[in-house]
């Protein structure tokens, strides 16, 4: 199969308004769509959909590992430590976001960061809380993100 084949029409669905994309979303994936989701960011879910539909999706290992759910001998989950290279992406209030781990820290919106709560911050205000903001917690309670 060429790259071309399995890479998504940026276009797709780019007709449809807010109302039709939620239908084609409740259809795909059979849940509510979360009120907070940006129109960009659900035409590109449903897009994938379709095209994981056609072609085959993600197995249930690869799907664990994109969502950093590692499981521990003892059945529990634990999040991998991040490693320089490692991007982040959350939407926060429409906007997606992008973080960049480095060696020393994080890299945003070509800013130098020393944590990913100093990130949070900057994104959220002074309410923000870097590993709570970016998903990024151990099963239950908080976890230190090693960068």
């Avoid at 085959?56 to 590992?65: D, F, P, S």
């Avoid at 709570?132 to 908080?142: C, E, I, N, P, Y």
């Amino acid at each position: 199969m060429r790259k071309a084949d399995i890479e998504p029409d940026q276009t797709a669905h780019s007709d449809k308004d807010r109302t039709e994309l939620c239908t084609l979303w409740t259809l795909y994936l059979r849940r509510s769509v979360p009120s907070t989701i940006s129109t960009d960011l659900l035409r590109r879910i449903i897009t994938y959909e379709e095209q994981a539909k056609t072609q085959g999706g993600l197995g249930r290992k690869e799907q664990k590992a994109l969502l950093g759910q590692h499981v521990t001998h003892k059945g529990r989950r634990t999040s991998p430590a991040l490693k320089p290279g490692s991007r982040l992406m959350r939407e926060w209030q429409g906007v997606v976001h992008h973080v960049d781990i480095t060696e020393g820290g994080c890299l945003y919106q070509g800013a130098s960061y020393p944590s990913l709560s100093a990130v949070a911050q900057t994104i959220t205000g002074p309410t923000g809380q870097g590993p709570d903001s970016f998903g990024w917690l151990k099963a239950g309670k908080r976890n230190k993100v090693k960068i």
